[in-house]
C-alpha cells in the first residue's frame, strides 16, 4: 500500500514541476510581450555622423568593401556604449543586405536588436526586417517566430496590412492554410486598396482546403475589382461546374463571352460545350462556328462535326449539311458524309443526297451496319431520282447486311410494283 502511495506522490508532484514549467514558460511569454522599452535620448556626435555619411554614400555608389571596412574600423573604436554599437550593427547589415549577403546581414540585424538600445521606430523596423529575411532564406519557422515577436512587442497602431500579409505568406509556406486564411482575411480588411496579390493567395488557401464555395465568393470580389482578367473567370465558372451549378457556370463564363475575353480554343469549346450540356445546341453552334470562322477554333473535322451535330439538334438542316459537307472534305473516311447523306434524304434534296453517299461509300472506313445502310439510302436515292437499274443494284448490296437486308427486301417489292405500273 505504501509503494502504491509514494508513486501517487510522485506522479503528483511531477505533474506540478511540469505545470510550474509551462506556467513559467507562458507568463515568461506574456511578460515579454507586454514588457515596455525604455531607452534614453541618443545623439551621433559631429565626427561620427560625418563618418557615417561617408559610409552611405559608398554604399550609395555601391563602393561596398570601402563602406564595410570603414563601419569595421568604426565599431572597433566604438567602445561598450550600446547605442553607437546598434547603429553601426545596423549599418554593417545594410551593406551586407546591399551586396545579398543576407546571412551576414542578419547577423549584424539582430545584434543591432539584441543591444536594444536604438529608439522604438528603427528597434521595430529591424525586428520586423529580420522576419522578412529569414522568410527570403526560406527558413519559415524562425520568420513566423521572429514575426509573432514583433507582433507582441510593436505598438498596435503599427502593425499594417502588409504585416499580415507577410504572416499569411509564412503560414502558406508551412501549408498551413487555415492559419494563412486568417491572416490574409485581417489584411484585406484593414487596407482600402488591396492587391491582387492577396486575393490570389485567399483563393490559393480556400482551393488547398478544398472550400470550392468560398473559393467562387472569392473569386465574384476579384471579378468586382479586376473584371478585365480571363483567367478570373474561366475559374469561376469551371468552379461552379464541378459544384453542379451548371446554369451558373454557363452565365459566367457566357458574360466573359460577351466581354470579348474568350480569345483561346479552350475557351470557346469550354463555352460551346456548356451550351450543349445546358440543351442549347443553336447557341453552341453559333459560338463554335464563328471562332473556327475567325480563326480562334482550328477547321479540324472534329469542331466542324461538332458545329454539324449542334445545328442538327437544333433543328437548323441546312446549317447542319453545310458543316457535315466541310467536315466531310477533311475527313479521311465516309462517316460525316453519311450522315449528311441522312438529312440530305431527310430533306428529299436527291441529287446532293446522292453525292454525299457515292462519298461515303467512296471513301470507305465504314462499319458493316453503316455500309449497308449507305447502299440502302443511295437505293432510295437513285429510285427517287428514277434512276431504278442503279436502285435495284444498290438495294441488292444492301440485302447482304443483316442490319438492312428486310429493307432492301421489300424496296425491292416496292420497285417491281413500280415497274409493272409503268407498264400498264
Same mark, same amino acid.
Given at each position: 500500500?505504501?509503494?502504491?502511495?509514494?508513486?501517487?506522490?510522485?506522479?503528483?508532484?511531477?505533474?506540478?514541476?511540469?505545470?510550474?514549467?509551462?506556467?513559467?514558460?507562458?507568463?515568461?511569454?506574456?511578460?515579454?510581450?507586454?514588457?515596455?522599452?525604455?531607452?534614453?535620448?541618443?545623439?551621433?556626435?559631429?565626427?561620427?555622423?560625418?563618418?557615417?555619411?561617408?559610409?552611405?554614400?559608398?554604399?550609395?555608389?555601391?563602393?561596398?568593401?570601402?563602406?564595410?571596412?570603414?563601419?569595421?574600423?568604426?565599431?572597433?573604436?566604438?567602445?561598450?556604449?550600446?547605442?553607437?554599437?546598434?547603429?553601426?550593427?545596423?549599418?554593417? $547589415?545594410?551593406?551586407?543586405?546591399?551586396? *545579398? /549577403? %543576407?546571412?551576414?546581414? @542578419? =547577423?549584424?540585424?539582430?545584434? +543591432?536588436?539584441?543591444? #536594444?538600445?536604438?529608439?522604438?521606430?528603427?528597434?521595430?523596423?529591424?525586428?520586423?526586417?529580420?522576419?522578412?529575411?529569414?522568410?527570403?532564406?526560406?527558413?519559415?519557422?524562425?520568420?513566423?517566430?521572429?514575426?509573432?515577436?514583433?507582433?507582441?512587442?510593436?505598438?498596435?497602431?503599427?502593425?499594417?496590412?502588409?504585416?499580415?500579409?507577410?504572416? $499569411?505568406?509564412?503560414?502558406?509556406?508551412? *501549408? /498551413? %492554410?487555415?492559419?494563412? @486564411? =486568417?491572416?490574409?482575411?485581417? +489584411?484585406?480588411?484593414? #487596407?482600402?486598396?488591396?492587391?491582387?496579390?492577396?486575393?490570389?493567395?485567399?483563393?490559393?488557401?480556400?482551393?488547398?482546403?478544398?472550400?470550392?464555395?468560398?473559393?467562387?465568393?472569392?473569386?465574384?470580389?476579384?471579378?468586382?475589382?479586376?473584371?478585365?482578367?480571363?483567367?478570373?473567370?474561366?475559374?469561376?465558372?469551371?468552379?461552379?461546374?464541378?459544384?453542379?451549378?451548371?446554369?451558373?457556370?454557363?452565365?459566367?463564363?457566357?458574360?466573359?463571352?460577351?466581354?470579348?475575353?474568350?480569345?483561346?480554343?479552350?475557351?470557346?469549346?469550354?463555352?460551346?460545350?456548356?451550351?450543349?450540356?445546358?440543351?442549347?445546341?443553336?447557341?453552341?453552334?453559333?459560338?463554335?462556328?464563328?471562332?473556327?470562322?475567325?480563326?480562334?477554333?482550328?477547321?479540324?473535322?472534329?469542331?466542324?462535326?461538332?458545329?454539324?451535330?449542334?445545328?442538327?439538334?437544333?433543328?437548323?438542316?441546312?446549317?447542319?449539311?453545310?458543316?457535315?459537307?466541310?467536315?466531310?472534305?477533311?475527313?479521311?473516311?465516309?462517316?460525316?458524309?453519311?450522315?449528311?447523306?441522312?438529312?440530305?434524304?431527310?430533306?428529299?434534296?436527291?441529287?446532293?443526297?446522292?453525292?454525299?453517299?457515292?462519298?461515303?461509300?467512296?471513301?470507305?472506313?465504314?462499319?458493316?451496319?453503316?455500309?449497308?445502310?449507305?447502299?440502302?439510302?443511295?437505293?432510295?436515292?437513285?429510285?427517287?431520282?428514277?434512276?431504278?437499274?442503279?436502285?435495284?443494284?444498290?438495294?441488292?448490296?444492301?440485302?447482304?447486311?443483316?442490319?438492312?437486308?428486310?429493307?432492301?427486301?421489300?424496296?425491292?417489292?416496292?420497285?417491281?410494283?413500280?415497274?409493272?405500273?409503268?407498264?400498264?
Amino acid at each position: 500500500m505504501g509503494g502504491i502511495f509514494r508513486h501517487v506522490i510522485t506522479v503528483a508532484a511531477l505533474s506540478i514541476a511540469l505545470l510550474a514549467l509551462i506556467t513559467g514558460t507562458v507568463f515568461a511569454q506574456v511578460s515579454e510581450c507586454s514588457k515596455k522599452r525604455h531607452v534614453g535620448t541618443h545623439a551621433l556626435d559631429e565626427f561620427t555622423w560625418k563618418q557615417l555619411n561617408n559610409v552611405y554614400e559608398d554604399v550609395g555608389e555601391k563602393h561596398y568593401d570601402e563602406a564595410y571596412d570603414q563601419l569595421q574600423k568604426m565599431l572597433a573604436r566604438a567602445g561598450k556604449g550600446s547605442y553607437l554599437r546598434s547603429v553601426l550593427n545596423q549599418a554593417l $547589415a545594410q551593406v551586407e543586405w546591399s551586396r *545579398e /549577403n %543576407y546571412n551576414a546581414a @542578419l =547577423k549584424y540585424f539582430e545584434k +543591432a536588436v539584441e543591444l #536594444d538600445a536604438l529608439p522604438d521606430p528603427a528597434h521595430f523596423a529591424l525586428m520586423y526586417q529580420i522576419a522578412q529575411l529569414y522568410f527570403m532564406q526560406e527558413r519559415y519557422r524562425e520568420a513566423l517566430d521572429k514575426l509573432e515577436l514583433w507582433f507582441c512587442k510593436s505598438p498596435g497602431d503599427k502593425i499594417t496590412s502588409s504585416a499580415w500579409v507577410l504572416k $499569411a505568406s509564412i503560414y502558406a509556406q508551412q *501549408e /498551413n %492554410y487555415a492559419e494563412t @486564411l =486568417k491572416a490574409i482575411d485581417l +489584411a484585406i480588411s484593414m #487596407d482600402d486598396d488591396p492587391r491582387e496579390q492577396w486575393y490570389q493567395l485567399k483563393l490559393a488557401s480556400h482551393y488547398e482546403l478544398e472550400q470550392y464555395p468560398q473559393a467562387a465568393q472569392t473569386l465574384e470580389l476579384i471579378i468586382a475589382r479586376w473584371p478585365e482578367e480571363k483567367t478570373y473567370w474561366i475559374q469561376l465558372s469551371q468552379i461552379y461546374f464541378n459544384l453542379k451549378q451548371d446554369e451558373k457556370a454557363l452565365a459566367v463564363i457566357a458574360l466573359a463571352y460577351r466581354k470579348a475575353l474568350l480569345d483561346t480554343q479552350g475557351d470557346i469549346t469550354y463555352l460551346s460545350n456548356l451550351y450543349s450540356n445546358s440543351d442549347l445546341p443553336f447557341r453552341a453552334a453559333q459560338v463554335l462556328e464563328k471562332g473556327i470562322k475567325d480563326g480562334v477554333v482550328e477547321p479540324t473535322r472534329v469542331h466542324w462535326t461538332a458545329v454539324a451535330d449542334s445545328w442538327y439538334a437544333a433543328e437548323e438542316l441546312e446549317n447542319s449539311v453545310l458543316a457535315y459537307e466541310i467536315a466531310g472534305e477533311v475527313s479521311d473516311d465516309g462517316k460525316i458524309d453519311l450522315r449528311r447523306g441522312y438529312i440530305l434524304v431527310d430533306l428529299e434534296r436527291w441529287p446532293d443526297a446522292l453525292k454525299a453517299l457515292r462519298d461515303a461509300l467512296g471513301k470507305g472506313g465504314l462499319t458493316e451496319r453503316e455500309t449497308g445502310e449507305a447502299y440502302l439510302l443511295r437505293g432510295m436515292t437513285q429510285f427517287n431520282l428514277g434512276n431504278f437499274d442503279n436502285a435495284s443494284a444498290d438495294w441488292v448490296k444492301a440485302g447482304r447486311y443483316d442490319r438492312t437486308r428486310d429493307s432492301a427486301r421489300q424496296w425491292m417489292n416496292h420497285l417491281r410494283e413500280e415497274r409493272q405500273r409503268k407498264v400498264l
